[in-house]
């Protein structure tokens, strides 16, 4: 907490070390962003009006420093602008003074849930021309067809999926997918690809499955460009 008033930082310290939270106090900016840039902390409450650097310009600095840290201001100034140039700053929340114990806690806590909520920047589903792998209901589907894959066949088709149009070896899938990193000299790869076919196959199919073996190399899903 970086807050220069001691009435406002000892009911902050208090309150928060009563929702079991630990506490560093800074009491200006300067000591405040040197506070920040020491360690690593969970959230920071920074209060807009401080002596010898002030909110706005502590939090732009600490941004720029590339610090990530969940920042919740509080200040006196509620007017929108001030509010906004807060968000702009790079402030994840924004409290007016005076607030209540409770809603400061349950802003951290919100905060926080936000920060560590994970972010879908990977596909849920590969698509892969009319080929599909839903990667959370482990599900594949071609064309009409859809089918649940064992671990080790999802594993194998989610493997090849990934990289479309690359050519895995055999050794390789078995390194991946069943994490044997000799040559065992089964077909298991071989197998396994055969069971993916035929729980996708159609009886009369009018476009084979994009999986394709390279005769002597393995296997590798076919993209329009490797046609
Ligand atoms: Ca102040």
């Known amino acids: 907490m970086i807050e220069d008033e001691p009435r406002i930082a000892d009911f902050v310290t208090h309150g928060l070390e009563g929702a079991g939270y630990a506490v560093t106090h800074a009491a200006d900016g300067e ?17 807009a009006m401080l002596p010898k650097l002030d909110g706005f310009e502590l939090l732009r600095l600490m941004r720029q420093d590339g610090n990530t840290t969940p920042v919740i201001m509080l200040s006196a100034k509620v007017d929108l602008p001030y509010r906004l140039l807060g968000f702009e700053t790079g402030a994840d929340d924004y409290l007016p003074k005076p607030f209540f114990m409770e809603e400061l806690v349950a802003r951290i806590k919100a905060v926080l ?3 560590s909520a994970p ?3 990977t596909p849920q589903v590969l698509h892969i021309g009319g ?3 839903n990667l959370i209901t482990r599900k594949a589907q071609w064309q009409d067809v859809s089918a649940a894959l064992s671990p080790r066949e999802f594993s194998l088709l989610e493997y090849l999926m990934q990289s479309p149009g690359q050519i895995f070896s055999r050794k390789k899938i078995l390194a991946h997918v069943w994490e044997i990193d000799f040559d065992p ?7 396994c690809i055969q069971r993916i076919k035929r729980k996708l196959g159609r009886k009369s199919e009018s476009a084979p499955l994009p999986i394709e073996s390279v005769r002597g190399v393995g296997y590798r899903i076919r993209t329009q460009e490797a046609l």
């Open 185 to 191: 000299e089964t077909n298991v790869v071989d197998v």
């Open 31 to 47: 000591l405040g962003l040197a506070c920040a840039r020491e360690r690593a902390h969970t959230v920071v409450i920074l209060d």
């Open 119 to 121: 972010v879908h920047t």
């Open 113 to 115: 849930h936000r920060h």
């Open 131 to 133: 080929l599909s792998l």
